[in-house]
T-cell receptor, first 116, second 113 residues
């Protein structure tokens, strides 16, 4: 079964530093997403990306966040100046846009970001 | 997107059948009902999806009544490895293209030996 791959699995960074979280979506998928989950809380939508531009973003996704698809395979989330409250699991997801979410919407295993 | 309501937590003994019910009173005509499973420190994983009546796969069954205002995920003979959070989601089915999946709080299932 195709997978969404995320690296690194765990990232520790100092407050104020920039971090880049990387994702390799499923190869024939067209839509890409970032979600986050603060420990003990629900999974929250951050941003969606299609055709090399953001299609929707949440209020969480402020100017400190940016996304990029630098080549044909990677999808990255950058946090420019991390804050303590950015500590969370960050999940990348991709979908093929065929309509239903049945097997068309797949999550990666996540990157645990710890800001100290 | 239709809002969903499901129990916050459930306990079950190993080997029992577990039924988790989700209500979605405002479900739209083209919405599908999808259930995800999430283990600690892992991404959500698709379990099953349906539109109406009953759907069964190798992992679970999904029962959807005619009015589609609720759905029940049924896990047969649970084991300790089924301990996880289960999310019920309602999302656009046949609109195609972009879909934002919105998670609720989910149901934390604890399987007891």
């Amino acid at each position: 079964e195709p997978e969404v791959t995320q690296t690194p699995s765990h990232q520790v960074t100092q407050m104020g530093q920039e971090v880049i979280l990387r994702c390799v979506p499923i190869s024939n998928h067209l839509y890409f997403y970032w979600y986050r989950q603060i420990l003990g809380q629900k999974v929250e939508f951050l941003v969606s990306f299609y055709n090399n531009e953001i299609s929707e973003k949440s209020e969480i996704f402020d100017d400190q966040f940016s996304v990029e698809r630098p080549d044909g395979s990677n999808f990255t989330l950058k946090i420019r100046s991390t804050k303590l409250e950015d500590s969370a699991m960050y999940f990348c997801a991709s979908s093929d846009g065929t309509g239903t979410v049945n097997y068309g919407y797949t999550f990666g295993s996540g990157t645990r970001l710890t800001v100290v | 997107l239709a809002k969903t309501t499901q129990p916050i937590s459930m306990d079950s003994y190993e080997g029992q059948e577990v039924n988790i019910t989700c209500s979605h009173n405002n479900i739209a005509t083209n919405d599908y009902i999808t259930w995800y499973q999430q283990f600690p420190s892992q991404g959500p994983r698709f379990i099953i999806q349906g539109y109406k009546t009953k759907v069964t796969n190798e992992v679970a069954s999904l029962f959807i009544p005619a009015d589609r205002k609720s759905s029940t995920l049924s896990l047969p003979r649970v084991s300790l490895s089924d301990t996880a959070v289960y999310y019920c989601l309602v999302a656009f089915g046949d609109s195609g293209g972009y879909q934002k999946v919105t998670f609720g709080t989910g149901t934390k299932l604890q399987v007891i030996p």
